[in-house]
């Protein structure tokens, strides 16, 4: 069976999935790492992994608990930034499944294994690119992750790596290649000063949400100007 999806998409593409999937893995080693390494229980990041699965949710997740936040408004961020994968799953519905095999389909369904997949103009090969990348991406990053957290119990002091400021870097890098567009990059500004203003007074996590509300009004105000 492999072997048939493997002819299916052929070496370009398949290089193209190994290459993101070795991505995929270092930004999991640096996940699991900096998780434990904050004081968070060595658990955490593998279980986030498995039953989440979503980087940029599960770094936002760990980043407000790990500052002391309340762990409702941090799966209250993650859900946020999730739902930007709302419109992903009508792209790719039709590469699912039905039944259980469909619950699989949307765990695995990411932003890679779905541009990879709405590429490919073959209704097979669209499938097996859309399966083979989602599978592959989630059996390295909980690899990666792994490794990182067993990794980073062996720091005794994050801090004197910069790890304080991983966080941070890692989510920079994430969102730098959405800002796409005027209205995206005033809604991110948007986003950034209601945080910055807002956290010396309020509680770990709470600026995230607020800055998510900001930037739902930045861009909602440029659809009222479009009409």
């Not at 930034?81 to 039905?98: C, E």
């Not at 709405?118 to 690899?143: M, S």
């Not at 500004?189 to 807002?198: D, K």
């Amino acid at each position: 069976m492999m072997r048939s999806i493997w002819r299916t998409l052929g070496p370009d593409l398949v290089r193209d999935i190994a290459l993101v999937c070795v991505a995929d893995t270092v930004v999991g080693l640096s996940f699991g790492a900096i998780t434990v390494s904050s004081g968070l229980p060595v658990w955490l990041p593998m279980l986030l992994s498995v039953v989440v699965f979503a980087g940029a949710s599960q770094f936002i997740f760990v980043a407000v608990v790990a500052s002391g936040g309340n762990p409702i408004a941090a799966v209250l961020a993650g859900l946020l930034v999730n739902t930007r994968l709302v419109p992903m799953g009508f792209a790719v519905g039709d590469l699912l499944g039905k039944g259980p095999i469909r619950l699989l389909g949307t765990h695995v369904l990411t932003d890679e294994n779905v541009a990879f997949a709405v590429a490919q103009r073959d209704p097979a090969r669209r499938r097996a690119t859309f399966w083979a990348c989602g599978i592959a991406l989630f059996i390295c990053w909980n690899i990666g992750v792994v490794i990182g957290a067993y990794g980073g119990t062996l720091l005794t002091d994050p801090n004197a790596f910069g790890l304080d400021a991983a966080f941070p870097a890692v989510l920079l890098a994430l969102i730098l290649p959405q800002l796409k567009g005027a209205a995206t990059i005033r809604a991110a500004l948007t986003g950034v000063v209601i945080a910055v203003a807002t956290a010396p007074f309020v509680a770990a996590g709470i600026p995230v949400l607020l800055a998510l509300v900001g930037v739902a009004a930045s861009l909602g105000g440029d659809k009222v100007a479009a009409k």
